[in-house]
């Protein structure tokens, strides 16, 4: 069950970014413009993060799978299959902070 709930956490990662980018999203003829920088920024913070909770998501779905099966042989092995989730875990995250830093870049240009 570990590795699913691992799992979730990196679609709430998603919906955290996409929160983050629909906040910096105005109409068209709002108050401030929306500019191409903007556009891009935001672009980036939803490739970052979503990419890096892509990789995260083969890691452990690779090693949910391996480690579940080993530790029905070798019950031992639970606190290191908890240790590479974790660190799989940590891919995404570092994604989600290199998106949250590129959606604040937006609404900074110079336009």
Do not use: W
Not at 31 to 50: I, M, Q, T
Not at 51 to 56: I, K, Q, Y
């Amino acid at each position: 069950i570990v590795p699913v709930v691992m799992a979730g956490v990196l679609g709430i990662y998603g919906l955290i970014i996409a929160v983050i980018i629909s906040t910096g999203v105005v109409a068209p003829g709002g108050p401030k413009p929306y500019v191409l920088y903007d556009g891009f920024a935001h672009l980036a913070a939803g490739l970052a993060c979503g990419l890096a909770g892509l990789a995260a998501g083969m890691a452990i779905g690779i090693v949910g799978d391996a480690g579940v099966r080993a530790n029905a042989q070798q019950p031992k092995l639970f606190v290191g299959m908890i240790l590479i989730l974790i660190f799989a875990e940590a891919l995404a995250l570092y994604g989600l902070i290199v998106g949250i830093i590129l959606a604040s870049k937006a609404g900074q240009s110079a336009a």
